[in-house]
């Protein structure tokens, strides 16, 4: 698929079916996500695959815990889980004290999405899991991510066979400012 196709198709999916990605097809997204530019080609990521869906649960309710206190209105929807029980999901940790490592990051999980995207993957980018690593239980499943010593957890992506179409949004012209 031609990058620019791929970018013009991608959508955020939030439906996916139980069906696992193959693994050969999550190397390529893996590699993806490793072959990304970074500030002083510095890498400073760490990739955690997660195929148990008990764990991207536990990982729900801790992020749903710690939601609430600050009044979330998605988390009142019984149904609604942060992964949208898609079969993979890969969390992204960065170092940090490294400058860039959010940019970096950020970069990383973009290349994963349209590589994805080109493997005919749906997928959904995801920062609400961040909550999850804010309240008491963060060391635990930081520990059971295997988030490395002195990196923490950035950006996550969920991914699998979409369920769900959407429309592409509205593209916002007057976003953009020519100078010269």
Known sequence: ???????????????????QIPEEVLQK?????????????????HFSVVQDAALLQEVHDEAARMMG??????????KFQIFYYAPTAIFIFGEKNF??????????????????????????????????????????LRAKLRCPEGYD?????SLGYAEDTKDPHELHEEKISRIG
């Open 99 to 140: 400058d860039w490592t959010d940019v970096d990051c950020g970069i990383a999980v973009e290349n994963m999405a349209l590589a994805a995207e080109g493997l005919g993957i749906g997928n959904v980018i995801l920062g609400l899991p961040k909550a999850a690593f804010m309240g008491e239980k963060a060391d635990e």
């Open 69 to 78: 206190k600050n009044g979330s209105p998605r988390f009142v929807d019984p």
């Open 153 to 157: 957890f950035v950006i996550a992506i």
């Open 29 to 45: 997204i893996l590699k993806a996500g490793l072959q990304s530019p970074s500030a002083r080609n510095h890498q400073p990521w």
């Open 1 to 19: 698929m031609e990058v620019l196709q791929a970018i013009e198709n991608r959508r955020s999916h939030r439906a996916y079916q139980a069906k």
